[in-house]
């Protein structure tokens, strides 16, 4: 499927996929959304606790991955293990276009994308000595993930128009058994047919304001 790089409003890139007229991020701001999104309203729910363990689904640009490992250096004390689940990796071209790291003001962040893009598949890694990271290159649907083991799901697939059978019961049962109780699955997707797959299937809704150019975006806890 081809693929195009395209400059976001904030100055950050995307990718965008001209068969389905879907974007990676949106076009309001690549870096600015997944702050939003997945730092604010997602790792920042965990601030004070010490070991995070994380699972994306829809690793893509890895930019979720690299604004994560920036933010845990700023924790006192402990580390984040981070699973990203891609099933069509970025080619090393693609991955060289992605200036993301000098867009930041923060000057390891360049290693640190260096990193994030050379750990090789279905390995652990360390990329800095808080922040652990395994890519598995494969559909969420072919993966048998251990039972209440994430702290966090970061839902990053394409939204449900273009990728529906992403966003399915069946695949946000699998997640919900994944996480720990008080478990959070943070996506920026506000459908009202996805909050109410996901309420059936035993998480607790809220709504937040969205990232700008987006009115809402969803958390949802794994809460007895």
């Known amino acids: 499927m081809k693929r195009e790089i395209i400059l976001t409003k904030d100055g950050s890139p995307t990718i965008y996929l001209p068969d389905l007229n879907e974007h990676y991020h949106s076009t309001h701001g690549a870096i600015q959304e997944a702050e939003h999104v997945f730092i604010l309203n997602g790792l920042n729910e965990f601030i004070n606790q010490e070991n995070i363990t994380i699972i994306e689904i829809g690793f893509g640009t890895g930019l979720n991955a ?20 891609e099933a069509f990796p970025l080619t090393e071209h693609e991955q060289s276009k992605l200036n993301y790291a000098e867009l930041l003001s923060f000057p390891p962040s360049i290693e640190i994308q260096e990193k994030i893009k050379q750990s090789p598949w279905n390995e652990d890694h360390e990329i800095h000595s808080r922040f652990e990271l395994i890519k598995i290159k494969s559909k ?45 699955f943070v996506t920026y997707c506000a459908k009202g047919q996805v909050k109410r797959d996901l309420k059936a299937v035993g998480f607790s809704i809220e709504s937040r304001p969205g990232p700008p150019g987006k009115r809402e975006m969803t958390l949802a806890w794994k809460r007895f």
């Open 140 to 184: 969420i649907e072919e993966i048998d993930l251990p039972s209440d083991h994430f702290d966090i799901v970061f839902y990053d697939a394409f939204g449900p128009s273009a990728q529906a059978n992403m966003w399915t019961i069946e695949i946000f049962t699998q997640l919900f058994n994944s996480l720990k109780e008080n478990g959070l």
């Open 66 to 85: 690299l604004l994560t490992a920036i933010s845990c250096i700023e924790k006192e004390n402990g580390t984040i293990h981070y699973t990203g689940i």
